[in-house]
């Protein structure tokens, strides 16, 4: 999976980008302007979604015939699990603190808000994510289960996602919740997460009437439809590639359209390669710093997947 050297053009440093591809002088300060109000409105429009989704089908569904009532509550189950892809995504951003340049904002709303609804340990989930970026695919590489031993066979990935869409995977994740309430060193992480999933438990309870809400159209969605979201995202990112210090070793380049970015890679997260080369750029000056390497000739059409359909198809080609 590891592009060839006759595609890797040494090009790099220019008098924009430095060796490893990061922004330098003028370029690095406008590509790290933070943008704070307009991620306000992003944690605002990634709870008012869902919170229409939900309203949607516990007030409109039950004057529908029974066939339309289920074709809603399928497709909004679908789009539950998409909450979870844009929430962790901006939790993603505050454990880089991108998203409010006051540290104790973006910590609050990025933990509060974000991820530990997502059922994200906030604080122990940078520690690993910056783990992550040290050593990409690395011995000190904590997700390399994810990331190692593409391409797989078809038959392998089909297992793979049929766990993850029957919650076999996500049942594993959420057992793991329950065992770190019983450690004292993450008690405390795992005890946030309960108590946000209780508030919006009740919530969803008493304002729709309906007690089971919150496990069917919240914990159900997290369980299947976000797992296999997450795995397909992930593998995308660095399945299949190797240690090294150039990150076009390490992270795949995939053609961004609207469709993938409303479901796998919400937020500019698919400019992947961008975001390991300078991690301090906010997740909307990605694509222009995609297009800096681009035209500095270091990222060429070569090492560009055209989909995330055809990059699947090659991680499970083997």
């Known amino acids: 999976m590891v592009p060839p050297p006759t595609v890797l053009p040494d090009v790099l440093p220019t008098d924009r980008l430095n060796e490893g591809g990061m922004a330098i002088g003028q370029l690095r300060e406008t590509l790290r302007q ?23 089908v516990c007030w409109w569904t039950p004057s529908l015939p029974l066939a ?30 991108l998203l409010f340049p006051n540290k ?13 609804p997502a059922f994200v340990p906030y604080d122990a989930y940078r520690r690993q994510h910056m783990a992550h970026h040290r050593d990409e695919l690395g011995a000190n590489e904590p997700d390399l289960n994810l990331y190692r031993g593409y391409p797989i066979t078809r038959s392998s990935m089909r297992r793979k996602l049929q766990r993850d869409a029957f919650g ?3 049942w594993k994740n959420f057992r793991g919740l329950f065992l770190a309430l019983t450690r004292r060193s993450s008690r405390p992480f795992a005890l946030r997460i309960v108590a ?32 296999v979201l997450n795995r397909l995202r992930g593998i995308a990112e ?16 995939i053609r961004q359209t609207w469709l993938a970015r409303m479901w796998i890679v919400p937020f500019n997260t698919g400019w ?8 301090g750029v906010p997740f909307q000056q990605l ?19 055209r989909s995330y359909v055809s990059l699947w198809n090659a991680l499970s080609g083997g």
Not at 72 to 93: K, P, Q
Not at 200 to 222: D, E, K, T
Not at 287 to 305: D, M
């Open 104 to 116: 104790k904002l973006n910590d609050f709303v990025g933990a509060w808000f974000c991820d530990y």
């Open 68 to 97: 339309a009532a289920l074709a809603v509550w399928a497709t909004v189950f679908l789009l539950i699990g998409r909450t979870f892809a844009r929430l962790s995504i901006l939790g993603h951003e505050a454990a880089h603190r």
């Open 238 to 253: 660095h399945g299949g590639m190797e240690h090294s210090t150039d990150r076009r070793h390490t992270t795949h380049v």
């Open 168 to 170: 076999s995977s996500g």
């Open 34 to 56: 933070p943008h704070p109000w307009r991620n306000s409105l992003n944690v605002a429009v990634a709870w008012a979604e869902p919170a229409l989704l939900l309203a949607l």
């Open 287 to 305: 694509p222009e710093l995609h297009n800096e390497l681009v035209a500095s000739g270091w990222v060429t059409p070569a090492i560009e997947y």
């Open 196 to 227: 946000v999933q209780l508030v919006l438990f009740v919530l969803m309870g008493l304002i729709s009437g309906r007690w089971w809400l919150w496990a069917a159209m919240w914990l159900a969605p997290w369980l299947t439809v976000w797992r």
């Open 272 to 279: 992947h390669l961008a975001h390991h080369a300078d991690m």
